[in-house]
């Protein structure tokens, strides 16, 4: 009958909602390998609906690995994963390609700096968020790709650099500062979306290839080797040397430097 069908969805639909969170750790007994429940206190592969704390050691994540919150909070992670819920980073190196979809969320906090392996790679559709702590770059090529609709946003005063390898930062979604006086771009940055400096500085200090937006009442200081358009009224040029060829759609102030562009 109806009322049997109606009860029948009201107890599957109410299992559903009881399902159990289960908080892991994970403690690496049997080696490297996510899917082996031995790796993992209690004794058990995560799902879902789980927390995950990685505390130290050597971890590769699958594709197909599950969790609601990892807290990455020291050791070495790899592998290739999907982030649909939420990263949180305090310490450690990240040697995964990492791709974040659009409800998915990284939490880039605490003192020490982060690094970046050069296997790993992000491309992000969600939300990052880097709230302090220098982070360390060494992928070759493309590390970072900021998708259309994808946000990374900066909240301290921080430098996002590299050792080797002259990896790129690719912005066609929105990157934008909110908090904090400056922050310094090392990376090469390549800008088809918007930069949006709503206070302080962003100084790109090896250049920029831009045919996207800059907005905010903050500055977007300009060094190095510049391309493409400059579309804002926030530029700024203060020191060493400006160098390529580019159009200025906007209002670019010259205070001090070599003007060799």
């Known amino acids: 009958s109806l009322y049997w069908v109606f009860l029948c969805g009201a107890i599957i639909a109410s299992s559903n909602s009881g399902m159990a969170q289960t908080n892991l750790t994970w403690i690496g007994l049997s080696g490297s390998d996510w899917s082996d429940q031995n790796n993992w206190e209690p004794a058990m592969v ?55 979809t659009s409800n998915g969320v990284l939490n880039i906090s605490g003192e020490q700096q982060k690094s970046f392996s050069t296997n790993s790679f992000i491309e992000n559709a969600g939300t990052v968020v880097w709230n302090n702590g220098w982070l360390r770059a060494d992928q070759v090529g493309l590390a970072f790709h900021n998708l259309p609709g994808g946000l990374f946003e900066m909240r301290s005063n921080a430098f996002y650099f590299y050792s080797e390898n002259s990896p790129v930062f690719l912005n066609e979604g929105t990157v934008r500062k909110s908090a904090g006086d400056f922050t310094d771009f090392a990376l090469a940055f ?27 009442a903050g500055t977007a200081a300009l060094r190095g080797q510049v391309s493409g ?26 205070s001090e430097g070599a003007f060799g562009a």
């Open 46 to 100: 995560p799902t879902a609906v789980d927390t995950v704390n990685l505390n130290s050691g050597s971890i590769t994540i699958p594709s197909n690995a599950t969790f609601a919150v990892m807290n990455f909070n020291g050791g070495v992670i790899g592998g290739a994963f999907t982030l649909n819920g939420t990263l949180n980073w305090s310490e450690g190196a990240f040697g995964a390609a990492l791709t974040i």
């Open 190 to 216: 390549t800008n088809s979306g918007t930069v949006d400096v709503q206070t302080g500085q962003i100084t790109f200090i090896t250049g920029i290839a831009s045919t996207g937006l800059f907005t905010g």
């Open 229 to 254: 358009i400059l579309n804002g009224n926030n530029f700024v040029y203060r020191s060493d040397f400006l160098q390529g060829a580019f159009t200025l759609n906007g209002t670019l102030n010259w």
